[in-house]
């Protein structure tokens, strides 16, 4: 029962996800048209990562993390009524302290690029600042709208916070291709556009969660207090997860900084292949984090060992099943896919080649990715968040040093092997540490089923990789037809394959992928 729950949350949120994602691409697409792999794409792109890196600290990061365990512990021992009030009072203190770090950011706008960006010609610089203190503010909205989110989640509603992002998506395109249709404007003044639609598409993103909070017994009200046992508990989680969650957002930082010495375009790239890679990540793997701490937490609050291993275990193997012939479809169709997405208007064949070389580093730490995800909600469940905390601090030298190294040999694809290379080591620490910190969590039997994925995988791989050399296509309607016949095909081979390896959870596989959920 357990598995179903889990696999309809999953289904649930991937299919919001799914759609989010589908509108994010659409802003990928646009944006790539009209700025290309420039210095204006450059710009925009550190300006908007400045608020989210600190939207992490307070969005799907440690605040989520920390807040979640304890919200669903005082349901479970005092009742909804307290419930809601400890989440009233972590909403107006998270409002307070958002708005006088907006203020800050905005100040010292100047200060942040530099920090960020030392590498940026004069040029570059200037337009960065301007496009940081227009989107700080979405630093404010984003955290309030993610812990809104956590709040639903809790109570089992994840289509409609999961729908949330897409309307900061459908903000940008709006105001980026409402005005440059009704007006004549050179490439900065766009850019700027776009840096405006980001403020109106998170003002979307918030208030499209508030019905729901209403109708889980929720009313607009300030409650301003510091005191009491489950604050003091939620501060004792929390600061130590800012810590950890800041030290693995410097790999982020440290990217940014680095790319900013390589040629002119670097970040934008590295931008693009990410994006791409965070659309799996983004509707499986994040999608499959946050339906899988409210559970975990339930169970650890119940000491349900028997249960929370079943779905740890169901969790890994699905994942890998799912994001392992992914990677090999980038490997192998990823020129294709981007070619398809991106080719138009200021994305050139220069784009094209760089873009590649980021996404082709970034898919090998796809599966790391997504279990990383999933594991540390376990920590943060068992009330542990000085050990992340500790592993973290470790990945992010490792990170540094690997980036430090292979940029030297593969520029800005070296700074996305990095990722993927930390990512995976840290898995492997955190899977063999829960080990011994948990031995009541039993996960064996996994290594049969990962084997027989590995191997289908591989099969697609080949597959793409012999035949694909002898259709190459440029024209738009042969390329989607390509990529078309390809998804299809492989999708068979490898469900085929994977039945008939009788790869475990393949029927919960299948619910989760297609039997939507229709509570919202």
Known sequence: MGNKILAKNIGSMSVAVLISRFFGLARDIIFAGFFGASYVADAFQ???????????????????????????EIEIKRGRKEQISFALNILSLLTLFLTILTF????????????????????????????T???????????????????????????????????????????LVVFSLVQQADVEEKVTILALGVLFGGVLQTIINLPLLKKIGYHIKINLNMKGQAISELWRRFIPGVIGLAIREINLAVDLILASFLVSGSIAAL??????????????????????????????????????SESLRFSI?????LMLPITMIFLGLGKDIIRLLFMRG????????????????????LVFFSLTRTIIPIYYANKDTKT???????????????????????????????SSISSMVHYFILITILKKKLPEISIKKLN?????????????????????????????????????????????????????????????????????????
């Not at 570059?124 to 496009?131: A, D, F, G, H």
């Open 133 to 175: 203190r227009i989107m700080f503010p979405y630093l404010f909205l984003i955290g309030l709208s993610s812990t809104l989110i956590s709040i639903l989640n809790s109570h089992d509603y994840f289509f409609i916070p999961g729908l949330s992002s897409a309307f900061l998506n459908i903000g940008m395109i709006l105001f």
């Open 104 to 131: 800050i950011g905005i100040i010292f706008a100047p200060i942040i690029a530099r920090l960020l960006a030392p590498g940026f010609d004069e040029q570059s610089y200037l337009l960065t600042v301007k496009l």
């Open 46 to 72: 550190v300006g908007y990562q400045i608020p989210n890196l600190l939207r992490k600290l307070f969005g799907e990061g440690a605040l989520s993390a920390a807040f979640i365990p304890i919200y669903n």
């Open 271 to 308: 931008q693009y292949g990410n994006r791409l890679m965070q659309l799996p990540l983004g509707i499986i793997g994040i999608s499959a984090s946050s339906a899988v701490l409210p559970m975990f937490s339930r169970y650890t609050a119940n000491k349900d060992w028997k249960n929370l």
């Open 317 to 321: 193997v699905t994942l890998i099943y």
């Open 448 to 520: 049969h089923n990962i084997v027989k994925i590995v191997f289908m995988s591989l099969i697609l791989f080949l597959l793409i990789h012999l035949t694909s050399q002898y259709f190459v296509v440029i024209k738009t309607t042969e390329l989607l037809l390509k990529i078309t016949l390809y998804l299809i095909a492989c999708s068979i081979v490898y469900y085929l394959g994977t039945y008939l390896l009788k790869v475990e959870y393949i029927g919960n596989i299948k619910e989760l992928l297609w039997k939507r959920s229709r509570r919202t």
């Open 346 to 365: 200021a994305f050139d064949l220069y784009a094209l080649n760089m873009t590649y070389w980021a996404l082709l580093f970034y898919s090998v730490g």
């Open 388 to 418: 992340p905390v500790k592993i973290s601090a470790f990945i992010v030298l490792l990170n540094i040093i690997l980036n430090v190294i292979l940029m030297q040999f593969l520029a800005h694809g070296g700074l996305a092997l990095a």
